[in-house]
């Protein structure tokens, strides 16, 4: 476990986070004077355990605030169909505000301080929530005004945390270094999957067991969840902070400058633009569905649907960590590449499901397997492409734009995923399916244009993958 968190010895991207990171710290916490490299590398992994505490905390508050547990708060309030999918709509198109927080983001001196602000803030909002289900529960008030609170408060915590996205991504691209990237953001989500895993049920039990009814319980969980997210503030305090303003003098200099305006580097650019967009719009065209029809369509209970989604995260954890080790190795564009192929050719395997045996016991749970270790890679891996080709002097701004558009994209294809769900002349939500994969395929062209610093090319990594094809092929052709 400590592998991802440890430094290795110096290397190019860990002096450029070094000399970013450092100079922004007290003098009196770290002289710059007198600083030598073994205290900087300690000061940066530092700030990598941080981070990871931070990860498992700010996992606590989501899944309090979010997800399943949420929904389930809101269909006990007597949410329709539509106010369901509004909660749902809220995060991505809280998105489009990530440009605006990225511009703020930069005029300011610390990262620190200015992530400790905008989600101090966004987080304390849960509390008004907290107290108003203690009031309507005491009361025995309308809970129609309690749904509509819900609302509220939802919308203005995501839109006021879209503020703060860019500028946190900026600081950690900053602070990991690249040789150990993917290892190390593959052991953050590794620890917040794992923390996932274990807070969902717990938190389920919790409300569903609590002597005051479900809705009363959800003011717990809610409380212990809003006291997890500023926890999870607390350890951002153990990192070393990032002054936006020396990374743009340091962004001035003219090899940083040629970089930025490079035509391969603005190739990459829009290239990844292009493909994170037209990804999002086919991902989200049939995500939502799957498990609507395995319940509509398949009649299937509610637990064997859980079980399904703990073998996916299952899978999504126990693979985090050899995508990151194989990213550090080859690259993230390779593995982008190769299990992007495989992620879009796994909705034509729900074809031909149905409630038999054969599909409950085995297809379905093979397919959910298979989808949370792919998924383990495309995830890390295109979050990590984008921190390595995004130039530094408009690092934030990038960010900002690139969810955005992810945002609305999102956004888009689950409402036309919902419609086109309904339409019998593409067959029902199994077209939909077909439809996605195509859609999927064709959005992974771009990431041919991507080139991607310290990157190898994808035969290395299918040469390792598999070393036997290669010893075949060798034979015959008798090399």
């Known amino acids: 476990m400590n592998l991802a968190v440890d430094a290795p010895p110096p290397d190019d991207s860990l002096e450029a986070s070094l000399s970013l990171a450092i100079p922004t710290l007290p003098q009196s916490e770290l002289p710059s004077q007198t600083q030598s490299p073994s205290d900087a590398r300690a ?15 700010a996992a606590v508050f989501s899944n309090a605030t979010g997800g399943a547990i949420l929904s ?17 709509a809220i995060p991505m198109l809280a998105n489009l505000l990530q ?18 602000w905008i989600y101090g803030v966004s987080r304390s909002l849960w509390l008004f929530l907290a107290l108003a289900i203690g009031w309507t529960t005491w009361q025995h008030g309308n809970l129609h005004w309690l749904l509509l609170g819900t609302l509220v408060v939802a ?22 270094p690249r040789r150990i990237r993917g290892r190390y953001f593959g052991f953050r989500n590794s620890a917040a999957n794992l923390t996932n895993l274990i807070a969902m049920p717990l938190m389920g039990l919790l409300i569903s067991h609590w002597y005051g009814g479900s809705i009363q319980g959800y ?25 936006p303003q020396v990374q743009h003098n340091l962004a001035a200099t003219p090899t940083t400058s040629d970089e930025t305006t490079s035509t391969s580097t603005q190739t990459s650019l829009i290239a990844y633009l292009v493909f994170f967009t037209g990804w999002t719009f086919a991902f989200n065209l049939s995500a939502p569905f799957y498990n609507l029809y395995l319940f509509n369509a398949l009649h299937l209970d509610i637990s064997l649907v859980m079980l399904y989604n703990s073998l996916s995260a299952g899978a999504n954890l126990a693979l985090l960590m050899l995508w990151g080790k194989l990213a550090d190795r080859f690259g993230n564009r390779p593995i982008l590449l190769s299990m992007g192929i495989l992620m879009a050719v796994l909705p034509l395997l729900w074809l031909g499901t149905g409630a038999t045996p054969w599909s409950i016991w085995v297809w379905f749970p093979l397919l959910h397997i298979f989808s949370g270790a792919i998924w383990a890679g495309v995830d890390l891996c295109s ?3 984008q921190i390595g080709i995004a130039p530094m002097q408009k690092q934030s701004a990038y960010f900002g734009l690139v969810a955005a558009l992810a945002g609305i994209s999102g956004a888009f294809g689950t409402i036309a995923g919902g419609f086109l769900a309904e339409i019998d002349l593409i067959g029902g939500v199994l077209g939909l399916f077909a439809l996605s994969s195509i859609l999927r395929l064709i959005s992974l062209l ?6 991607e610093r310290h990157g190898q090319p994808l035969s290395q990594l299918m040469r390792m993958l598999f070393p036997k094809v290669e010893a075949t092929e060798q034979k015959l052709t008798g090399i």
């Open 43 to 57: 000061a940066i992994r530092r700030s990598l355990h941080a981070s990871t505490l931070d990860g498992v905390f």
């Open 72 to 88: 389930g708060f809101f269909l006990e309030l007597g949410a329709s169909s539509s106010q369901i999918g509004l909660l749902a």
């Open 99 to 116: 440009p605006l927080g990225a511009y703020i983001s930069e005029l300011t001196t610390s990262r620190h301080l200015y992530c400790l």
């Open 155 to 176: 919308a203005a915590s995501h839109l006021l945390g879209a503020l703060g996205s860019a500028a946190w991504m900026s600081w950690m691209a900053v602070l990991v």
């Open 219 to 243: 003011s717990v969980v809610l409380g212990l969840g809003i006291v997890a997210g500023i926890i999870s503030l607390a350890f951002q305090g153990f990192m070393v902070d990032v002054n």
């Open 383 to 385: 979050s990590n492409l």
């Open 446 to 451: 771009p990431l041919v244009f991507v080139q």
